[in-house]
Structure formats: structure tokens, C-alpha cells
């Protein structure tokens, strides 16, 4: 069989028109694709800025399903598990992004910190602290040293604690010292719970030393003092404590008021209230001073006067109802009644107040129990604030 040229040339226009025809398609279909891309991801942004996550997560879904390749959308989506509490979808995107090989060094960091973030969030703490360990040397440095120091204060960790914290002062990220002094007192709580006493002692001069100014450690030194029966030490302790810290007078003047009675100093100690209330009208302090004078035996206000002196200076429904407790009414069968509304209508007024969360207690803590922060309860009660 003979080959006929005529049909060659004749085939020849008709594969090129159906190339072209298809090369036109694609190029459709490529544009099409491109236009739905940000189609999807403008709506999941539009959700989003309308608080409507579930709508938004959808559409980010269905951009990175349209463009699997695009390493913004992952990290918008991670993101978004994780504001909603899926912190295992969260994780399943950060270490999909960590596993391909073409994803640049700047976005490696980045997702290994979003991974990071995944697990703290997730209260994996030790997972936590394997991820942030491998962002040393790396822009996220100053970030993952700051996320690592929490995690060690919520486990506790006191001493890897004081490390980061030392690494981060080193680098100009703030002053740590009032951090490492509270890390130092903790410790000696924990040796003093076992009964060593002298590790205590040891870590409480050491905190001292890296922040004078700090009330705690030499608070925590007077009450280890007095737990050893040296009331003479922990009342000059609490005198060193009210000159570097005057602000902290109302934490101090109440066992101040007990050293001052067991080491016999009781008269110097209320002469040094009397000036500390003169200038800040603090009721912790004037409870010390009332208790120094009813114990001392010498001329003195009464409580009752106190009070009503403190009345004229601070309008104090706690003073009123100390004030009253003493005062005899026309009706005194109804004494007890008013007596105990009056305690139970105070009880609020008389709880600290944590300045970062708003977090009330009735005792003063150094660290918020809600929200982790360090001296966030100033030393006067809610209704002195």
C-alpha cells in the first residue's frame, strides 16, 4: 500500500487546531484557578474580620486545597485552630509545613514557633519545651525564650526558670531580677517544707542580694526567723524591709507587730507605725498599731478611737464596722444582727485585687493565681484602692 502525502498534509492542520484548542483550555482552566484562589482566600478574610470562624476555616480549606503549594495559607489556618481550641488540627498543619523540603528557612522558623505555640496552648508542656529549645539562634529567639519562661513557671521549674530568665536580661530583653529573686524564694518554701532550713536561709540572702528592693524575700526571712523561735531577727529584718519597700508597709506591719511584742520591742515598733500610717492611712497598719497599744499596757487611744480618727480621714466601711463593734446601741438586743451584716458586707473590701486580671483573694499573693503575673496585687485591699 502506497502512502498517500495528500492525507499527511491534510492531518497536519487539524493536530495543530487541536493543540491550539487545548492549549487554549488549559490557559482557561489555569485562569480560573487563579481567580477562585483568592476568591477563596478574600472570603475566608472576610469571615474572619467578621468573627465568624467556622465560615472562614472552610474557605481557607478550600483555598489550600486549590493551592496546596501556598505556605501563608497553612499558617492562617494553623492559626485558626488554634484560637478555636483545635490544637490537633493546629499541630497536623504546622508539622505538615515542617516536613516539605522546599519551604524556605524563614518559614521553617516560623512554623516551628506556630508549633510550639500549638503545644502550650495544648498543655503539652514537654512537647512545648522540645519546640521552642530548637528556636535558639534564630529570629524567634527573644519570643521562644519568653513562651519557655512561662512554661517553666507553670511546671514550676524554678531553676531552668532563673536560666532563661538570666539569658534574656543578657540580651537587653528588660531587668529579671524581681523574677529571680520570687524564684529564688520559691525554692527556699520547697527546702523549708523538707525541713532544711539552712538551704532556705542560704536562697533568702541571695534574693536579697539580687533585688534589695523587694519586700518578699526579706518577708519570707523574718516568718523563717520566727518559725526558729529568733523574734529579735525577724524584727529587725522587717524594720530593713519596711525602709527598702515603704509600699509595702500594710504586707509587713502585722508581723512587724508580732516580732515587735516577742523581742520587746514594742514601743520603737509602734512609734515606726504611727509614722508609716501618718503618711499612707493604711488599716493593716493601724490594726498593728491598735494591737501594739492594747498590748503595751501604757496610755493609749482605744481601738474605738483609732477608728473614729481613721473615719475622718477615709471614708472606710471596714473601720466602721471595727468602730461599732465596741459601741453600745440604743437597741443592743439587735447589736449581733448588725454586727454580722456588717462583717459579711466587708468581707469583699477586705480581699486583694489583682491589678493585670482583676483576680480577687482573700490572702496577697506574689504571683497571680489567674493570670501568672508576678506582683500584680498591690499591698492595700480593694477598698483602700
Known sequence: MEFDLSLLLLALPAVFILGWVASRLDLRQLRLARRQDPKAYFKGLNFLLNEQQDQ??????????????????????????????????????HQHLLSRADLSNDDRHRAQH????????????????????????????????????????????????AGVARKLE?????????????????QAHAHVEQ????????????????????????IDKAALLQSAGDHLGAYQ??????????????????????QALASGHGTQATAELKVAYAQDHSLDVLDAIVTLEAASGLPALSARQWYANHLEKEPSLVAAAKWIAGEKLEHEQFHPQVQRALDH????????????????????????????AWDSYPARRVEEL
Request: net charge neutral; glycine share 6%; aromatic share 8%.
Open 170 to 186: 543578657s540580651s537587653g530583653q528588660g531587668s529579671f531580677k524581681g523574677r529571680l529573686a520570687h524564684y529564688l524564694c520559691e
Open 114 to 161: 506556630a508549633l510550639a505555640l500549638d503545644y502550650l496552648k495544648a498543655g503539652l508542656l514537654d512537647r512545648a519545651e522540645d519546640a521552642l529549645l530548637k528556636l535558639e539562634n534564630t529570629p524567634f529567639e527573644a519570643q521562644a525564650r519568653l513562651a519557655l519562661l512561662s512554661n517553666y513557671e507553670r511546671s514550676r521549674d524554678w531553676e531552668h526558670a
Open 237 to 258: 529584718t522587717l524594720r530593713e524591709a519596711a525602709l527598702v519597700a515603704p509600699a509595702a508597709m500594710a504586707l509587713i506591719a502585722p508581723l512587724l507587730a508580732t
Open 56 to 93: 472562614a476555616i472552610d474557605a481557607f480549606i478550600e483555598a489550600v486545597q486549590n493551592d496546596p503549594d501556598t505556605s501563608e495559607l497553612h499558617f492562617a489556618l494553623g492559626n485558626l485552630f488554634r484560637r478555636r481550641g483545635e490544637y490537633e488540627r493546629a499541630v497536623r498543619v
Open 345 to 372: 458586707a466587708v468581707k469583699p473590701l477586705t480581699r486583694y485585687r489583682c491589678a493585670a486580671c482583676g483576680f480577687e483573694a482573700k490572702r496577697h499573693f506574689w504571683q497571680c493565681p489567674g493570670c501568672q
Open 195 to 218: 525541713q532544711q532550713s539552712g538551704q532556705a536561709h542560704a536562697l533568702l540572702d541571695q534574693a536579697i542580694v539580687i533585688a534589695p528592693e523587694s519586700p518578699r524575700p526579706r
